[in-house]
C-alpha cells in the first residue's frame, strides 16, 4: 500500500481548529509523537497520520467531529489498536482519534445485570470488575486483556465462547454514539429491543464507518457454578473435525470446543508447558459450563462421544488448576507464533462445520505450494479459522507469499460457503476479498448505508467496504450483466 | 421457484416507477400489529420450502414463504427449535416472522429474532436480488444487513430467503409455580437470572409466578431443588397459550400495551391489568390510560411503549424517536426503498 505523504499547510489548519477547544496534550502532531498510531494490530500496513487528537469528554469528542466535518478532514477512531484488520489504519490526510482516554465504568446495575461503561473500558476490565458480583461479560476475543469495548463493538469481536455465548452483538444493549456532524445518537436502551430499525446491530461490526461510539451498556451474565475442560489428542485431524461434528449433532452446545494442529501444539507446548501430547496431529479442548451436576453429566457424554469418534487420548480437567493449564496453550497460541517465526499473518475464514476436513486437506497443500509453514487454531464449534502463516518479512516476497496464501485460504472459505472473516474485520486488509464474497448490489446497498450516517465519506474511509472501482482493479469483481449500476458512488 | 423471484422483482420495479405502495404479505397473521395497511397487496407466500437443513451445522435456511410450523416441525424431528420460540399468531411465515421481529417466551434466556438471523435474501425497493450474511455463526464481512432487516416491518424490503441458527431442544423442561406478589416476582426473577439456573422463561400475573427450567436433566433436578415451587402439570399448554397470546389475560377488549423495560423495573402505577415476562424486561398491559401516561411510564423505566393491539392506533403505535434517530430512519429507509413503495405508514407515519 502507497504511503500517503502529510500536507503540513492542511496540518496546520487541522491542528489550529482542533487547538481552539483541546489542550495541548490532547493534540499530537510531531512525527515522533504520532509514531505510536502508525498501525494497529495488523503491523505490515502502516501510515503516519496527519493528526492524532486524544479527547477526554465526549463533549471534546463532538468538537473534533464537527470541526472535520466542516473541513471535509478523515477521521479514524481507535481503541487500544489490537484490530488484526488494519480497522484502525490511520490516513496521512487525517485525525487519529483514540479514544483510549475514556476508560470510566460508569454504571454497575448487579439485579439488572447490566454495566455503563466508556468506549475505551478494556473488555477484561468489565468482568474484573464486577466479579464480586458473581457476573462476568461473556465475549472473550484473544486479546481481551487490552482490548477495548468500544473496539469490540466496532468489529462485534466474538472469542472461544460464542458458540454458546454469542458475540458482541447478543451481549449488548445500549450505545451512545455521536455521528461525523457531531450530532448525539442514543442507540437501544435498557431494555431487551427499541423501536424502529435495529440499529445496534447495524452499529455492531461497522467498523467504525458509521458513528463514534463513545459508551456501551453491556449485559452481564453468571458466572457458572462450575467449569470443566476436555482434552482429547487424535492420530488424524479430519477425525477431530469428525468429533466436532459428532458433539454437536449429539445436541452439545459447549462453553467453548477449539482445535489445535501439530505445528501449533509443537510451538506452544514449550511455552506454556501444558502437557499436551506431542505427538498427536490434532487435539481438541472443550469446555462444559453450567450447575455443578449439569457439567458432570456433559463430560461424561463430551467423553463418550470423543472416544467414539476415535480420540487417541483423553484427559478431563480434575480442578480449576488443570483447566486453565489446559486452555493456557491455546490462549498463547498467537504468542507462540511470533515465538517460532519472525513473523506471522493471522487468518478469519469462517466455513460450516462439515467443510472442516477438507479445508485443513487443502490449507496443508497450500502451505506445501508457498513454501510457509501454517499453524492451525481453530474455533472449531462456529467453524471459525484462524490459520496462522508463519513468513519472514525480512526474507524478499515472503510477505506477499503470506498474503497470497492468506487469499486462497479466504477464497476456499467462500467457496466452501463460508465468509471471509468470522470476527477480525475487514479492515484495509481483506478489503479486495470483500469482492468476491459480494456482488457490486450488495456492495451499493454497504456504500448507501454508509451514506444513510456519514453522507461525506469521512469516518473510517477506505475500509471494510470496497468501491466498485477498487473492485473492478482488483478484477474479481463478481459483475453480471446489467448489474453494475453504481458506477458514480463515491469513493470510500 | 427462482420465477416467482422474477416475478415479485418485477412487480417491484413497476410499483417503484409508479410510485404506487405495496403491501407486503406473507401469511397476513400479523396484519394486526403496527401501523397502516397501505398499498396494493404483494402476496409473497408462495416462495416456500426448506433449502437447506442439517442439523449438525446448527443452521437452517428456508424461503420467506416457509410457514413457520413446517420448520418447526422439522426441527423438531431433528431435535432442534427455533430457540426466540416465535409467535405464530395464526399461518406465520418464516419471512413474515422476521419482518416482525417478535420473539416468545425464551427470548430473555435466549436471544431473539436477531439473534438467530444469519443471512437473508432480499428484494429491495429496486426490484435488485440481495443476499447478506451467510449460514455460518460468524460472519462480520460488511454491514450487518440481516439483523438490520428483522423487526423492520417490511419496510426495507421483501426478505425471501434466510439462514437462521437453531440450537438443540432441552433434554429436560419442568414448570415451577409461585404464589407471588408483582414486587416479589420482579425482585425474584432478576435475582434468579442472576445465578447460574436453567431458567428459559418466566411470567407473572395476577399472584402467580411460573418459571421454566430447561436443560440437562442433571440442571433442571438441581434447579428445582434449590428453588422449591410447586411443580404444574399442563406446563406445555400454559406457555404455548403465553406464546401465542391465548391465555385468558389476552383476551381483552382494551387496548393492548406492550412495554419493552428494564426488568427491574418496579410494578408499573398504570390502570388496567399485567401480565409480565421476560424476567421482567417486558410488560403487558391492557388499559384504557391515556397513551402519553403510558409512553412516558415506558421511557422512566428505560424502555419503549408499543400499542400491540387495538382498534383505534391514533396515538401511533411505535414510541416516537429522537429527531436524530428519525433522520436516520429516513435515509435508511430512502437507501432501501428511494420510491418509498414498501409498506409505508406500518412503522412510522413518516415513511
Not at chain 1, 481552539?20 to 494490530?41: K, T
Request: hydrophobic share 45%; glycine share 10%.
Amino acid at each position: 500500500m502507497a504511503v500517503q505523504s502529510i500536507e503540513i499547510k492542511r496540518q496546520h489548519a487541522v491542528v489550529g481548529a482542533l487547538a481552539a477547544f483541546l489542550p495541548s496534550h490532547a493534540l499530537l502532531y510531531e512525527r515522533e509523537d504520532v509514531r505510536p498510531y502508525e498501525c494497529d494490530g495488523l503491523s505490515a500496513y502502516h501510515q503516519l497520520p496527519m493528526v492524532v487528537a486524544l479527547p477526554e469528554t465526549t463533549e471534546q469528542v463532538q468538537r473534533i467531529l464537527r470541526v472535520c466535518f466542516e473541513l471535509g478532514v478523515p477521521v479514524v477512531a481507535r481503541g487500544a489498536g489490537t484490530g488484526l484488520s488494519g480497522g484502525a489504519l490511520p490516513r496521512g490526510d487525517g485525525v487519529l482519534l483514540s479514544l483510549a482516554k475514556f476508560t470510566r465504568i460508569l454504571d454497575i446495575d448487579p439485579p439488572a445485570r447490566t454495566a455503563r461503561v466508556q468506549c475505551g473500558v478494556r473488555n477484561l476490565a468489565i468482568s474484573d470488575a464486577v466479579a464480586a458480583h458473581g457476573l462476568y461479560y461473556a465475549p472473550d476475543p484473544s486479546s481481551q486483556i487490552a482490548c477495548t469495548i468500544g473496539g469490540n463493538v466496532a468489529e462485534n469481536a466474538g472469542g472461544m465462547h460464542c458458540l454458546k455465548y454469542g458475540l458482541t452483538v447478543h451481549n449488548i444493549v445500549g450505545l451512545q454514539a455521536f455521528t461525523i456532524e457531531g450530532e448525539p445518537l442514543a442507540i437501544g436502551g435498557a431494555g431487551l429491543d427499541a423501536p424502529g430499525y435495529d440499529l445496534l446491530a447495524l452499529l455492531t461490526g461497522s467498523e467504525g464507518l458509521l458513528a463514534v461510539i463513545t459508551e456501551i451498556t453491556v449485559k452481564l451474565l453468571p458466572r457458572p457454578s462450575r467449569a470443566q475442560c476436555i482434552l482429547a489428542a487424535f492420530d488424524d485431524v479430519a477425525q477431530a473435525g469428525q468429533a466436532v461434528t459428532a458433539i454437536i449433532a449429539a445436541g452439545i452446545v459447549p462453553a467453548a470446543l477449539e482445535l489445535m494442529d501439530r505445528l501449533t501444539i509443537s510451538a506452544v507446548e514449550p511455552f506454556v508447558n501444558a502437557g499436551y501430547p506431542l505427538d498427536a496431529a490434532a487435539i481438541l479442548l472443550c469446555e462444559a459450563d453450567g450447575m455443578d451436576a449439569e457439567v458432570t453429566a456433559e463430560i461424561a457424554r463430551l467423553e463418550t462421544i470423543l472416544d467414539a469418534n476415535g480420540a487417541s487420548e483423553i484427559r478431563i480437567s480434575q480442578n480449576e488448576a488443570e483447566r486453565v493449564r489446559a486452555w493456557a496453550g491455546r490462549k498463547a497460541a498467537f504468542g507462540a507464533a511470533g515465538r517460532v517465526s519472525p513473523d506471522y499473518y493471522c487468518m478469519d475464514g469462517t466455513i460450516p462445520k462439515k467443510a472442516l476436513p477438507q479445508m485443513l486437506t487443502a490449507i496443508a497443500a497450500l502451505s506445501q505450494q508457498y513454501g510457509l509453514r501454517c499453524m492451525n487454531v481453530f474455533h472449531a464449534g462456529d467453524g471459525n479459522l484462524h490459520p496462522l502463516i508463519l513468513y519472514d518479512a525480512n526474507r524478499p516476497g515472503q510477505l506477499e507469499q503470506a498474503e497470497r496464501f492468506g487469499h486462497d485460504i479466504l477464497r476456499l472459505s467462500i467457496k466452501a460457503g463460508g465468509t471471509i472473516t468470522g470476527e477480525h474485520g475487514v479492515g484495509i486488509e481483506k478489503i479486495d476479498a470483500m469482492c468476491e464474497q459480494f456482488r457490486a448490489p450488495e456492495l451499493g446497498t454497504f456504500h448507501r448505508i454508509k451514506a444513510a450516517f456519514d453522507p461525506r465519506a469521512l469516518l473510517n474511509p477506505g475500509k471494510a467496504v470496497p468501491t466498485l472501482q477498487r473492485c473492478a482493479e482488483f478484477g474479481r469483481m463478481h459483475v453480471h450483466a446489467g448489474q453494475e449500476k453504481f458506477p458514480a458512488l463515491s469513493r470510500f | 421457484m427462482q420465477d416467482l423471484i422474477h416475478e415479485y422483482s418485477a412487480a417491484i420495479r413497476n410499483a417503484a416507477a409508479r410510485k404506487v405502495p405495496l403491501r407486503v404479505c406473507g401469511g397476513g397473521s400479523k396484519d394486526f400489529y403496527g401501523g397502516s395497511l397501505a398499498g396494493d397487496k404483494l402476496e409473497v407466500a408462495g416462495y416456500r420450502g426448506i433449502i437447506d437443513y442439517e442439523p449438525a451445522e446448527l443452521v437452517i435456511s428456508a424461503r420467506g414463504g416457509t410457514p413457520l410450523t413446517e420448520i418447526e416441525a422439522t426441527l423438531r424431528d431433528a431435535g432442534q427449535m427455533l430457540a426466540f420460540e416465535p409467535p405464530h399468531f395464526g399461518s406465520a411465515t418464516l419471512g413474515g416472522c422476521i419482518a416482525s421481529g417478535l420473539s416468545g417466551p425464551r427470548r430473555a434466556h435466549a436471544g431473539a429474532v436477531r439473534d438467530f438471523v444469519l443471512g437473508i435474501r432480499l428484494l429491495d425497493g429496486r426490484g435488485d436480488d440481495l443476499r447478506f450474511g451467510g449460514r455460518v455463526m460468524k460472519n462480520v464481512a460488511g454491514f450487518d444487513v440481516s439483523r438490520l432487516i428483522a423487526g423492520s416491518l417490511g419496510t426495507l424490503g421483501v426478505i425471501t430467503e434466510a439462514s437462521l441458527k437453531v440450537l438443540p431442544l432441552s433434554a429436560a423442561e419442568t414448570t415451577l409455580r409461585f404464589e407471588k406478589s408483582t414486587a416479589e416476582a420482579i425482585a425474584l426473577m432478576n435475582a434468579w437470572a442472576g445465578r447460574a439456573l436453567p431458567i428459559s422463561a418466566t411470567c407473572h400475573h395476577g399472584n402467580l409466578l411460573s418459571v421454566r427450567l430447561s436443560g440437562a436433566a442433571a440442571a433442571v433436578h438441581a434447579a428445582h431443588q434449590q428453588l422449591g415451587g410447586e411443580e404444574i402439570a399442563d406446563a406445555a399448554a400454559f406457555w404455548e397459550g403465553l406464546r401465542e397470546h391465548a391465555l385468558d389475560f389476552f383476551r381483552t377488549s382494551q387496548p393492548l400495551w406492550r412495554l419493552s423495560l428494564k426488568s427491574t423495573t418496579p410494578p408499573l402505577e398504570l390502570s388496567g391489568t399485567q401480565l409480565i415476562e421476560w424476567g421482567g424486561a417486558l410488560r403487558w398491559l391492557a388499559s384504557d390510560a391515556n397513551p402519553q401516561t403510558i409512553r412516558a411510564a415506558a421511557s422512566a423505566g428505560g424502555g419503549h411503549a408499543t400499542l400491540f393491539r387495538a382498534d383505534n392506533k391514533s396515538a401511533g403505535v411505535f414510541q416516537p424517536l429522537s429527531p436524530a434517530l428519525m433522520k436516520i430512519h429516513r435515509e435508511l429507509k430512502q437507501a432501501f426503498d428511494p420510491a418509498g413503495i414498501f409498506n409505508p405508514g406500518r412503522l412510522y407515519p413518516d415513511f
